[in-house]
C-alpha cells in the first residue's frame, strides 16, 4: 500500500544521481509516503548495479538508494510539516548530515529491493530516520540517517 504520486516527482529542479528525476543517468528511484511517518520505494537493479560477484548488488548502490530514499522522505515530511504540498512554496532543501549503514546480507542483483523508512525524530534543523532494506523478502540492510535541513541556495 503507498500514498499518492512519487515524493520525487514534486520536488523542483533534482538532479541527484539517486533520486532526481532531472538525471538521466540515474538511478531515479521512487519514493511513496504509507501513512503519517513511513515511506516506501522499490528499486529493480540493473546488471551493471553489481557487486564483484555479479550476482549481487554493489554496496554503494545500496546506501545510494537508501540514502535517496530516506532525505527525499525528509523533504516531503518538511513540507508536511509546513502544512504545504511537496514542491509548493519556497524551497525546502535537506542533505544529508549521516549516514550509517549495516549490510548483513546479499542482495541478489535480479531481484527489486524494497525498502522502508522511518521518520524517528524531527527537530526544526534535523529529521532522524531508519531504514531497512530487502531483497526477496530478506533484510539485507538496516540504515540510520540524519537529514539536516539546509537553505535553498546550498
Ligand atoms: C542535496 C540536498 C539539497 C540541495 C539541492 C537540492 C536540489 C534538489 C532538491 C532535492 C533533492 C535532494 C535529494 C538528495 C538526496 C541525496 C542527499 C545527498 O546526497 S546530500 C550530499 C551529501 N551531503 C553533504 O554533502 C552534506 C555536507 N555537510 C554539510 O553541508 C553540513 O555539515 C550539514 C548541512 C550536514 C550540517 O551543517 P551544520 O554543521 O551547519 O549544521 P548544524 O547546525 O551543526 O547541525 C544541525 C543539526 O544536525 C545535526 N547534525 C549535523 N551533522 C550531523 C551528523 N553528521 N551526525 C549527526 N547529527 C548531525 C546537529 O547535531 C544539529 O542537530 P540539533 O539541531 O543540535 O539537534
Given at each position: 500500500?503507498?500514498?499518492?504520486?512519487a515524493i520525487q516527482d514534486q520536488i523542483?529542479?533534482?538532479?541527484?544521481?539517486?533520486?532526481?528525476?532531472?538525471?538521466?543517468?540515474?538511478?531515479?528511484?521512487?519514493?511513496?509516503?504509507?501513512?503519517?511517518?513511513?515511506?516506501?520505494?522499490?528499486?529493480?537493479?540493473?546488471?551493471?548495479?553489481?557487486?564483484?560477484?555479479?550476482?549481487?548488488?554493489?554496496?554503494?548502490?545500496?546506501?545510494?538508494?537508501?540514502?535517496?530514499?530516506?532525505?527525499?522522505?525528509?523533504?516531503?515530511?518538511?513540507?508536511?510539516?509546513?502544512?504545504?504540498?511537496?514542491?509548493?512554496?519556497?524551497?525546502?532543501w535537506y542533505a544529508t548530515g549521516k549516514?550509517?549503514?549495516?549490510?548483513?546480507?546479499?542482495?541478489?542483483?535480479?531481484?527489486?529491493?524494497?525498502?522502508?523508512?522511518?521518520?524517528?525524530?524531527?527537530?526544526?534543523?534535523?529529521?532522524?530516520?531508519?531504514c531497512e532494506l530487502k531483497s526477496a523478502?530478506?533484510?539485507?540492510?538496516?540504515?540510520?540517517?540524519?537529514?539536516?535541513?539546509?537553505?535553498?541556495?546550498?
Open positions: 500500500m503507498r500514498d499518492g504520486a523542483p529542479d533534482n538532479h541527484c544521481f539517486g533520486c532526481g528525476p532531472q538525471n538521466d543517468h540515474g538511478l531515479q528511484i521512487k519514493s511513496y509516503w504509507r501513512g503519517e511517518n513511513e515511506s516506501v520505494c522499490e528499486f529493480t537493479p540493473l546488471p551493471h548495479h553489481c557487486a564483484g560477484p555479479t550476482r549481487y548488488l554493489n554496496g554503494g548502490i545500496i546506501a545510494t538508494v537508501i540514502d535517496c530514499h530516506t532525505i527525499c522522505t525528509a523533504i516531503a515530511d518538511g513540507y508536511r510539516q509546513a502544512g504545504r504540498d511537496t514542491g509548493t512554496g519556497n524551497k525546502i549516514l550509517e549503514v549495516q549490510y548483513r546480507a546479499p542482495a541478489e542483483i535480479d531481484e527489486p529491493v524494497e525498502l522502508t523508512a522511518k521518520i524517528l525524530e524531527r527537530t526544526e534543523r534535523k529529521t532522524v530516520l531508519s523478502g530478506r533484510l539485507c540492510a538496516t540504515a540510520n540517517v540524519v537529514a539536516v535541513r539546509v537553505p535553498d541556495n546550498w
